[in-house]
T-cell receptor
Framework: QQPVQSPQAVILREGEDAVINCSSS?????VHWYRQKHGEAPVFLMILLKGGEQKGHDKISASFNEKKQQSSLYLTASQLSYSGTYFC??????????????FGTGTRLTIIP | KAGVTQTPRYLIKTRGQQVTLSCSPISGHRSVSWYQQTPGQGLQFLFEYFSETQRNKGNFPGRFSGRQFSNSRSEMNVSTLELGDSALYLC?????????????FGPGTRLTVL
């Protein structure tokens, strides 16, 4: 089952914050976040494993709530370079890291000066 | 360290033909996964190879196949092409198998089926 991302698209001014959500109807083992700029390959941002951990680097962080089967990506004080499409990839629970990744349909983030 | 490379970058084929795409992973990476990306369906998993063995397979017809060589390079083959196979095909490499490994994506092969 493909995870559902929300919102589908968002436009922000530089310096504003954004939250992108990723929800699954199945129990999750891990959530991956990637960013893809137009015409380029997806670039890895972070992996969150079940356990409710939160990760982050620079001004991008994420949380994973395994009970709610959802993850959120937080972008604070957004920069022009943050523009792109953000994908979450989820792995279902039960097989301890040997399942395939199922990606959401993406959230298009546009940062304007 | 060189990144993931994919060849060719662009390909135009006609219905009924077959095509082979190639992926060279990052040196030292033993896992290669293939994805199909389309505007309507997004990123969809095709299959994963690790140490020349297929570890996982997505929900694609048997026309889609792949293999991995002893040097970890991987090829993907699509036979009897259909218009709906037009897509960007991405491969991603990782150190190990399993999705708790960071995946590094290549630039993709843009396949157009006429």
């Amino acid at each position: 089952q493909q995870p559902v991302q929300s919102p589908q698209a968002v436009i922000l001014r530089e310096g504003e914050d954004a939250v992108i959500n990723c929800s699954s109807s199945k129990a999750l083992y891990s959530v991956h976040w990637y960013r893809q700029k137009h015409g380029e390959a997806p670039v890895f941002l972070m992996i969150l494993l079940k356990g409710g951990e939160q990760k982050g680097h620079d001004k991008i962080s994420a949380s994973f709530n395994e009970k709610k089967q959802q993850s959120s990506l937080y972008l604070t004080a957004s920069q022009l370079s943050y523009s792109g499409t953000y994908f979450c990839g989820t792995e279902r629970g039960g097989n301890f890291g040997n399942e395939k990744l199922t990606f959401g349909t993406g959230t298009r983030l546009t940062i304007i000066p | 360290k060189a990144g993931v490379t994919q060849t060719p970058r662009y390909l135009i084929k006609t219905r009924g033909q077959q095509v082979t795409l190639s992926c060279s992973p990052i040196s030292g990476h033993r896992s290669v996964s293939w994805y199909q990306q389309t505007p309507g369906q997004g990123l969809q998993f095709l299959f994963e190879y690790f140490s020349e063995t297929q570890r996982n397979k997505g929900n694609f017809p048997g026309r889609f196949s792949g293999r991995q060589f002893s040097n970890s390079r991987s090829e993907m083959n699509v036979s009897t092409l259909e218009l709906g196979d037009s897509a960007l095909y991405l491969c991603a490499s990782s150190l190990g198998s399993g999705t708790n490994n960071e995946q590094f994506f290549g630039p993709g092969t843009r396949l157009t089926v006429l």
